[in-house]
């Protein structure tokens, strides 16, 4: 009779055990399959109240997303966002009602997400969901993610390594390390000077190339010397930098020399330097050379 009834507990604990694996093998599996259908396919229709729970709930600050039509409208923002998305759940585990997502998303901006207009630029992110399931649905995720870095890859934040980017450029500019100048450049640099300044006639300068012919070359030709002093660095938006300073420099036909206002708009994206436009006294620099 013991031995039956050791038997009996031990099939009652086997059944339960196979149960509660099977119960979390179909969750994985429905909520792979869901996301899959939404973000990489676009699929919206599978928000639905097959796959959600009538009160999905996205726990979201400041205000949680709640309904399968507010959630869906949330995530219409991705799919009309991005293109060439590539959506991954690089893993997905579970216990009893509980999963835990670790995901990894590509795509680039080519439309309107949450009524920004699209940049052209490309994202790369990852982070973690936590989500209940309900009755086979999924009722409630919430996201973990570096915000920041997403936020920089749009354009929206700008990347804290700008200024220190350019912080260096004009350290080796000093220096007279012109290389070093032109690593940090895109090779498809849009390089502007200030309307009358007496190198404009090139303007726009495409690539390092011309930079160092057009400008850098004829400034070591005509000047005795060109320093770039009282260097103010300031971080905008859209991974902009502003610098502010003087020009302190001595033209070589004549001696006279010039010590004026001077601003730089610098253009960033992955590190390099996609854009430059000077502003400066030009009639101030044009008189000096006609002395």
């Given at each position: 009779?013991?031995?039956?009834?050791?038997?009996?507990?031990?099939?009652?604990?086997?059944?339960?055990?196979?149960?509660?694996?099977?119960?979390?093998?179909?969750?994985?599996?429905?909520?792979?399959?869901?996301?899959?259908?939404?973000?990489?396919?676009?699929?919206?229709?599978?928000?639905?109240?097959?796959?959600?729970?009538?009160?999905?709930?996205?726990?979201?600050?400041?205000?949680?997303?709640?309904?399968i039509e507010?959630?869906?409208?949330?995530?219409?923002?991705?799919?009309?966002?991005?293109s060439d998305?590539?959506?991954?759940?690089?893993?997905?585990?579970?216990?009893?009602?509980?999963?835990?997502?670790?995901?990894?998303?590509?795509?680039?901006?080519?439309?309107?997400?949450?009524?920004?207009?699209?940049?052209?630029?490309?994202?790369?992110?990852?982070?973690?969901?936590?989500?209940?399931?309900?009755?086979?649905?999924?009722?409630?995720?919430?996201?973990?993610?570096?915000?920041?870095?997403?936020?920089?890859?749009?354009?929206?934040?700008?990347?804290?390594?700008?200024?220190?980017?350019?912080?260096?450029?004009?350290?080796?500019?000093?220096?007279?390390?012109?290389?070093?100048?032109?690593?940090?450049?895109?090779?498809?640099?849009?390089?502007?000077?200030?309307?009358?300044?007496?190198?404009?006639?090139?303007?726009?300068?495409?690539?390092?190339?011309?930079?160092?012919?057009?400008?850098?070359?004829?400034?070591?030709?005509?000047?005795?010397?060109?320093?770039?002093?009282?260097?103010?660095?300031?971080?905008?938006?859209?991974?902009?930098?502003l610098a502010?300073?003087?020009?302190?420099?001595?033209?070589?036909?004549?001696?006279?020399?010039?010590?004026?206002?001077?601003?730089?708009?610098?253009?960033?994206?992955?590190?390099?330097?996609?854009?430059?436009?000077?502003?400066?006294?030009?009639?101030?620099?044009?008189?000096?050379?006609?002395?």
């Amino acid at each position: 009779m013991k031995n039956s009834f050791t038997l009996f507990i031990f099939l009652l604990v086997l059944c339960m055990t196979s149960c509660y694996n099977s119960k979390v093998e179909n969750n994985i599996k429905m909520y792979s399959n869901v996301w899959d259908e939404v973000i990489n396919n676009g699929n919206l229709d599978e928000i639905n109240g097959t796959n959600f729970d009538k009160d999905i709930t996205l726990v979201y600050s400041p205000e949680s997303i709640v309904g399968i039509e507010n959630f869906k409208a949330y995530y219409r923002n991705f799919t009309t966002g991005f293109s060439d998305v590539k959506f991954t759940i690089v893993d997905l585990f579970g216990q009893d009602d509980k999963l835990v997502k670790h995901w990894k998303f590509v795509g680039k901006h080519t439309g309107d997400f949450f009524g920004m207009s699209a940049t052209g630029n490309i994202v790369n992110v990852e982070g973690t969901t936590l989500v209940k399931m309900k009755d086979g649905k999924i009722a409630q995720e919430q996201d973990f993610m570096d915000n920041m870095v997403f936020m920089q890859q749009l354009g929206i934040v700008s990347s804290p390594e700008n200024v220190s980017i350019i912080e260096k450029l004009y350290n080796d500019f000093k220096t007279g390390d012109i290389p070093a100048v032109g690593a940090v450049m895109d090779t498809k640099i849009v390089w502007n000077e200030a309307e009358n300044f007496p190198f404009a006639d090139g303007n726009p300068y495409i690539g390092f190339d011309a930079i160092r012919k057009g400008v850098f070359a004829r400034i070591g030709s005509d000047w005795e010397y060109w320093n770039l002093t009282d260097i103010n660095l300031n971080e905008m938006a859209n991974n902009k930098v502003l610098a502010t300073g003087r020009y302190q420099a001595k033209y070589k036909k004549n001696g006279a020399v010039i010590n004026l206002q001077m601003a730089h708009l610098w253009t960033l994206k992955d590190g390099k330097i996609i854009s430059f436009q000077q502003y400066a006294d030009t009639k101030g620099i044009v008189d000096v050379m006609k002395k």
